[in-house]
Nanobody, 124 residues
Framework: VQLQASGGGLVQAGDSLRLSCAAS????????VGWFRQAPGKERELITA????????YYVDSVKGRFTVSRDNTKNTVYLQMNSLKPEDTAVYYC??????????????????WGQGTQVTVSS
């Protein structure tokens, strides 16, 4: 599976962005997909994830109510709708795919697939 993240950019606080994670490979629908972010000087963190069917999702507290993850397996794409963006959301955003049993405890293994990252910058 190859992943390509896109949709980042420079926006003002309160604005919205939609990130996309497009995948190649016929088995994409088997994988959970997560969005991770890494801000300068900070560790990468899992902010949201969606199960293989789209029926289960996870959100870290800091994005609950503002971010929405969804997927369209017919298009091999996962989306992250980000509303009410804050300066603290500034980071490089990565998507990853892996077979995961419990989304909220997902620590990517060496076998996880990663996209290349897309920069999101939110100005105050």
């Amino acid at each position: 599976v190859q992943l390509q993240a896109s949709g980042g950019g420079l926006v003002q606080a309160g604005d919205s962005l939609r990130l996309s994670c497009a995948a190649s490979g016929r088995t994409f629908s088997r994988y959970a997909v997560g969005w991770f972010r890494q801000a300068p000087g900070k560790e990468r963190e899992l902010i949201t994830a969606i199960g293989w069917s789209g029926d289960t999702t996870y959100y870290v507290d800091s994005v609950k109510g503002r971010f929405t993850v969804s997927r369209d397996n017919t298009k091999n794409t996962v989306y992250l709708q980000m509303n009410s963006l804050k300066p603290e959301d500034t980071a490089v955003y990565y998507c990853a795919a892996e077979i995961v049993s419990l989304l909220r405890k997902w620590v990517p293994s060496a076998g996880a697939y990663w996209g290349q990252g897309t920069q999101v910058t939110v100005s105050s």
